[in-house]
C-alpha cells in the first residue's frame, strides 16, 4: 500500500494535473473515506459530460479523464490558465471550497448557470455563508467557478451536478413508502455520494409531465362541457377514451409510473402502464400549453384553478406551471439553507423521494418487461449495464434485479449474466485494494496467482516462489542502502500479503463484497458453486476481469478445470493496461442527419434515407477519421439498406468494412462485433458466397459462446441460421442437430406457442423429410400447424401452406411405409409405387427463410389490407397518404419484425417515433395479414415497412 506521503502527492505534467483516489485529509472523511474519495473522479466525470452536452457559449468545463491502473484510480485534468499562481481562495469567485462554510456568487457565473440549470433539472436555491448573508446558488454548492487568466469562466468539482438517491442515502427526515421498504430500501451504501443518474431525471420528469397533462386536459374538458351545459348547447363530444361531464369523478388518475389520489396528490408507483390515449394526444397537449402559456392575468379563476391542481397533483415547484427540478444539496450536510424549515425545502426534498422511487417502482419493472418482450435482450455485462444505464438505473440496482430475475425462467439467461456482472465488479473492488501492495517486478505472479485462485480448480495454489525471491530482493535493497538512507518506501510491510491468498479466501471476499455492496446473496464458496448454482462460465467471467481490469494475458487454451496443476503461470501475464474513462466527443452536424435518416427510414422513404444517412457518413469520416464505433454504425445501416433495396454485392462491402471497424475499435470479441459477423453471413449467403457465410457464422457462434453461453436468445438464431445453410448444402445430419438446439432455445425463452417455435418446427420438418424422416417430419409440421392456426387463424395463408404441407408429407408417409411393408414381404410390387419425393432445396427458397427468421419478409398484401394500414396510420400518426390504390394484388417489399429480440437491425429507434403499443383490431388484422407478430405499418411509395424492423435488436445498436 502506499504510504500517507505518498497518497498526498500531486502531479502536473505537459500542462496536465495528476491526482490520486484518496482521502488525504480527510474532505471525505464523513462522506465514506477512501470509498467516497474513489467514486468522486467518476461523479465529476458525469457532471463534466452533463454541461459538456449543454455546450453553453462562454462557460467551460476542464478536460477531464479518469483512469484505472493497477488499483489506483488517477484523476487527469486540464490546468486551468493561472490556477497555480494564486491561492485557491483567491481564485474561487463561486461556490465553496469548505462544503458549505464559505459561500460566494458571482453574477456572471449566476447568468450562465441559471441557463444550465433549466436544461439539467437542476433548482436555483438559496443558502447562507458564514456572515448569515444570503447567497443565491444554481448548481450544487460543490461547484466551484474559477476565472481564468484567459478571461474564461470554469467551473469545476461538478460530483453532485444530480440529486441524490436517497434509497441509498437514510435520512431521518424523509418518510418512504411501504412499496419502497418492501424492496429492501433505504439501504446503507458504503459511502454517501449516491447520486441519481441523468437519464433517471429526465424519464422523471417526462413522466410528471405526461401525468400534468392527463390531469389538467381531463378537468379543463370537464370545465368546457360544463360551459357547453350553461349555454343551453349539447356538449362537444370527447374523442375516444376521454371523460365526459356526465362521468364519475376521477377516483384514481392512472397515469405514466404514479396514481393520483383522491385529494389530488399523487399517491403509489405503479408500472407505467395504463395511460389513455386521448389525455396524451397532440390535443390535449396544445390544449394545456396554451392555457399554461396564457398570461395569468387573463385567465379565469377556474381554468387557473385547473392548472394549480394539476401542478400540485405532480409535485411541481410552481402553482402556475409544470416545473419539476432538483436541489442537488437538500440532504447534503453542513450546508444552512434560508428557510430549512419551510415548505419549499420540504417539496424539494419529496421530489427527490420520489424520483427515487420512480427507479425501483417503474424503471427496473420496465426493463424487466422489455426483457420478457425481447425488445431488449443483453449479451453479456456490458450490454446488460448499457441497458441499465439508459433507463437511469444505477448499476448498485443490479442485486434486486437479479432478485427479481430469479423468479422469472424466461429470463434465465439474463439472471445468469446479472449474476456474473456481480461477481465480476466485486473481484474488480478486490482487485483494487490487492493490486496497491504488489511490488512492479511480482505484477505477473500475483495477477496470475490472483487468477488461479479466482477461475481455477487446483484447490492449494501457491506462490512461493516468488515469495522467495520478493523477500530475498528486499533484503538486498536494504542492505545496500543501510542505516544511513533514511527515504521513506513506497511499499509498506503488507506488499508480500497476495502471496497467502487461497480461492476459499478469495471466494468469501467476493460473496461478502456482493453482499455488502449490491445485497446480494450469492450462496457459494467458490467459482465450482457459482458455476453450478447460476450457470456462469468460467471462460466468461475471466474475460469480464480481464476487460475490466485492464489484463492482457497469453492467447492459448487454459486447462481450468485440472486439479492437479495450476492453470495460469508468470509467463501467461502479458501486460496491464490502464482502463480510461472520459468524455466522447459528437459530431452534432452528422447526429442530426443520421437521426433525419432514421425517421425517413421508419417512414418508409428508404431511397430518401439512404441519401441522408450516407451524408452522415461523410460528416462523420470528416470528423472521425477513418475509424470510430459511430462509423460502424452507420456503415452496418448503409448495407442494410442496401440489402432491403435489392443490391446484395454493394451491400456484403459495405458490411465487411463494418466489420472491420469493429473488429478494430471495438474489439473482436465485442457483442456489436457479433451481430456484424452474422449479417456479413446473410450478406454472403446472398452473394452465393456459402463457405463464407458459414465460417463467419461459426466464429460469430464461437464468440457468442464466449460472451454468454449456449443458453441465449441469440445462440437459437444463430443455430437456425446454420442449420437452414447447412440443410442447403446437403448436410442434413448436421444441420437437424443445430436446428434441434435452436428449437429446444425457442421453446425455453419464447414459449411453446411462439412464432420463432413454428418457423423453427418447419425447419425441422424440411431437414427430416430430406433424411427420408418423414414421419418425424410429419410431426414436426404438425406442430407447426397447430400453433399457425392458433396464433393466425384457418384462413390465414401460412396456416394454409402449412396444410398443404402437412399433406405431401403424409402421402410420402404413405408411399415409403408401403415399400417398406413390400419389401419386408419379399414381393415384386415395388415399381407400382410413386417414386419417393426427396430434392435437396434451391438457394432461393433457402435464402427466403434465412430472410424470415432475420427479419425481413417479402409478402403480398391486397388492396383492402392497404386500407387497413392506411387508417391505422391515420389514426395513429396522422400522416397525409393518398387514398388511390389499385385495386388489383400489388407485391410489396416488406421488412418486418417477426419477434424483436431476433431481429438484426442497425437502425437506432428513438422514443419520439415509437407508436402505440395497444394496436386496433384493424391493425391486428393487417399485422397478421403480412405473416408475422402485431407491429405498427409504415406504407410509402409502393413500399410497405414495419417499424420494428428498422428498431435494434439489443442495446448495443443505441446510437452514442
Not at 462554510?101 to 436555483?124: G, H, M, N
Not at 433457402?846 to 430472410?851: A, G
Not at 389490407?865 to 396522422?878: N, S, T, V
Amino acid at each position: 500500500m502506499l504510504s500517507c506521503r505518498c497518497r498526498m502527492q500531486l502531479f502536473i505534467w505537459n500542462n496536465i494535473f495528476f491526482s490520486l483516489g484518496f482521502d488525504v485529509k480527510d474532505h471525505y472523511k464523513e462522506l465514506g473515506g477512501d470509498a467516497a474519495a474513489y467514486v468522486a473522479p467518476g461523479n465529476d466525470l458525469q457532471g463534466v459530460k452533463a454541461y459538456w452536452s449543454v455546450d453553453l457559449e462562454g462557460l467551460y468545463t476542464l478536460g477531464t479523464v479518469v483512469i484505472d491502473y493497477r488499483g489506483y484510480r488517477v484523476t487527469a485534468q486540464s490546468i486551468i490558465p493561472g490556477i497555480l499562481e494564486r491561492e485557491q481562495e483567491q481564485s474561487v469567485v463561486y461556490g465553496s471550497i469548505d462544503f458549505g462554510k464559505t459561500v460566494v456568487a458571482s453574477d456572471k457565473y449566476l447568468e450562465f448557470l441559471s441557463q444550465t440549470a433549466k436544461l439539467l433539472k437542476i433548482k436555483p436555491h438559496k443558502v447562507l455563508n458564514e456572515k448569515d448573508d444570503e447567497v443565491l446558488l444554481c448548481s450544487s454548492i460543490e461547484c466551484k467557478g474559477i476565472v481564468g487568466n484567459d478571461q474564461r469562466h470554469y467551473i469545476l468539482d461538478l460530483l453532485r451536478t444530480f440529486p441524490p438517491d436517497v434509497n441509498y442515502l437514510p435520512v431521518d427526515d424523509v418518510v418512504y413508502s411501504e412499496e419502497t421498504k418492501k424492496m429492501g430500501y433505504p439501504r446503507k451504501h458504503k459511502h454517501s455520494l449516491c447520486c441519481l443518474r441523468q437519464e433517471l431525471v429526465d424519464a422523471f420528469v417526462e413522466a410528471r409531465y405526461m401525468l400534468f397533462i392527463e390531469h389538467a386536459a381531463y378537468h379543463l374538458q370537464l370545465l368546457r362541457n360544463k360551459r357547453q351545459e350553461k349555454a343551453n348547447t349539447p356538449p362537444k363530444e370527447v374523442e375516444t377514451g376521454e371523460a365526459t361531464a356526465a362521468d364519475p369523478p376521477l377516483q384514481g388518475v392512472v397515469c405514466n409510473g404514479h396514481v393520483e389520489a383522491k385529494d389530488g396528490s399523487v399517491g403509489g408507483l405503479c408500472n407505467g402502464h395504463g395511460e389513455s390515449d386521448a389525455l396524451q394526444s397532440d390535443d390535449a397537449k396544445k390544449m394545456v400549453e396554451a392555457v399554461v402559456e396564457s398570461d395569468v392575468e387573463s385567465l379565469e379563476d377556474s381554468t387557473r384553478d385547473v392548472v394549480r391542481k394539476a401542478a400540485h397533483a405532480v409535485g411541481s415547484l410552481r402553482d402556475t406551471e409544470f416545473d419539476i427540478r432538483f436541489n442537488p444539496d437538500v440532504f447534503s450536510s453542513g450546508i444552512r439553507f434560508v428557510d430549512a424549515d419551510g415548505e419549499e425545502l420540504k417539496r424539494e426534498k419529496t421530489l427527490v423521494k420520489e424520483a427515487a422511487e420512480f427507479l425501483v417502482g417503474v424503471q427496473i419493472p420496465k426493463m424487466l418487461r422489455h426483457c420478457l418482450e425481447h425488445s431488449s435482450s443483453p449479451i453479456d455485462g456490458y450490454t446488460l449495464s448499457e441497458a441499465m444505464h439508459v433507463r437511469g438505473i444505477n448499476m448498485r440496482y443490479l442485486g434486486k434485479i437479479a432478485e427479481m430475475l430469479a423468479e422469472m425462467p424466461q429470463l434465465e439467461y439474463v439472471h445468469t449474466i446479472a449474476v456474473a456482472e456481480m461477481i465480476t465488479r466485486a473481484m474488480k473492488h478486490i482487485f483494487k485494494t490487492y493490486m496497491q501492495g504488489v511490488e512492479q517486478l511480482s505484477l505477473a505472479a500475483s495477477v496470475s496467482h490472483l487468477l488461479n485462485c479466482y477461475v481455477g480448480a487446483y484447490a492449494t495454489p501457491h506462490a512461493a516462489d516468488a515469495a522467495e525471491e520478493l523477500l530475498s530482493r528486499h533484503s538486498r535493497k536494504k542492505n545496500r542502502r543501510g542505516l544511513k538512507n533514511k527515504r521513506t518506501s513506497v511499499l509498506a510491510a503488507d506488499n508480500t500479503d497476495w502471496v497467502h491468498m487461497t480461492p476459499k479466501s478469495l471466494w468469501s471476499d467476493v460473496v461478502a463484497e456482493v453482499r455488502a455492496y449490491y445485497g446480494f446473496e450469492l450462496g457459494v464458496d467458490g467459482v465450482d458453486g457459482a458455476v453450478a448454482r447460476y450457470g456462469v462460465q468460467k471462460i466468461s467471467l475471466l474475460r469480464s476481469l480481464c476487460v475490466r481490469c485492464g489484463v492482457q494475458i497469453l492467447l492459448r487454451d487454459y486447462n481450468m478445470e485440472s486439479r492437479t496443476r495450476q492453470a495460469f503461470g508468470e509467463d501467461d501475464i502479458v501486460n496491464l493496461f490502464p482502463v480510461v474513462k472520459h468524455v466522447n466527443p459528437k459530431a452534432t452536424d452528422a447526429h442530426n442527419f443520421y437521426s433525419t435518416g432514421q425517421v425517413k427510414i421508419q417512414r418508409g422513404f428508404l431511397k430518401e434515407g439512404f441519401e441522408v444517412i450516407s451524408e452522415a457518413l461523410n460528416l462523420l469520416n470528416n470528423v472521425y477519421g477513418a475509424m470510430h464505433p459511430e462509423i460502424a454504425t452507420c456503415l452496418r445501416l448503409i448495407a442494410r439498406l442496401n440489402y432491403i433495396m435489392g443490391e446484395h454485392a454493394e451491400a456484403m462491402v459495405q458490411q465487411q468494412k463494418a466489420v472491420l471497424m469493429s473488429e478494430r475499435v471495438l474489439g473482436v470479441d465485442h457483442p456489436n462485433t457479433v451481430t456484424e459477423y452474422t449479417h456479413l453471413a446473410l450478406y454472403c449467403f446472398a452473394n452465393t458466397d456459402i463457405s463464407t457465410a458459414l465460417k463467419l457464422l461459426y466464429r460469430a457462434r464461437y464468440l457468442a459462446l464466449l460472451l454468454h453461453g449456449e443458453n441465449h436468445p441469440e445462440v437459437a438464431l444463430l443455430d437456425s441460421n446454420i442449420g437452414l445453410i447447412l440443410h442447403a448444402v446437403g448436410q442434413h445430419d448436421l444441420a437437424l442437430r443445430f436446428l434441434q438446439k435452436s428449437l429446444q432455445l425457442n421453446t425455453k425463452y419464447y414459449g411453446e406457442d411462439s412464432m420463432k417455435v413454428a418457423v423453427s418446427f418447419h425447419l425441422k420438418a424440411r431437414v427430416q423429410s430430406c433424411l427420408g424422416d418423414f414421419r418425424g417430419a410429419l410431426q414436426s409440421e404438425k406442430e407447426t400447424f397447430a400453433i399457425y392456426k392458433q396464433q393466425l387463424g384457418e384462413e390465414h395463408d401460412k396456416t394454409k401452406e402449412s396444410s398443404e404441407c402437412l399433406k405431401h408429407l403424409t402421402q410420402q408417409a404413405v408411399v415409403l411405409q408401403k415399400k417398406m411393408n413390400e419389401i419386408y414381404k419379399g414381393g415384386d410390387k415395388l415399381n407400382d409405387f410413386p417414386p419417393l419425393q426427396i430434392s435437396t432445396p434451391s438457394m432461393g427458397s433457402v435464402l427466403d427463410l434465412l430472410n424470415i427468421i432475420n427479419g425481413i419478409l417479402f409478402v403480398q398484401i391486397s388492396p383492402k389490407e392497404i386500407e387497413l394500414f392506411r387508417r391505422e396510420l391515420e389514426r395513429r400518426q396522422g400522416l397525409d397518404i393518398k387514398s388511390d390504390c389499385s385495386q388489383k394484388e400489388v407485391e410489396f417489399q416488406t421488412t418486418t419484425k417477426t419477434d424483436a429480440a431476433q431481429t438484426e437491425s442497425a437502425v437506432p429507434s428513438t422514443e419520439s417515433s415509437q407508436l402505440d403499443s395497444d394496436a386496433s383490431p384493424e391493425a391486428e388484422a393487417a399485422d397478421k395479414a403480412a405473416g408475422g407478430d402485431p407491429a405498427s405499418l409504415l406504407v410509402s411509395d409502393g413500399l410497405v415497412q414495419t417499424q420494428a424492423a428498422v428498431a435494434p435488436s439489443g442495446v448495443e445498436e443505441v446510437a452514442r
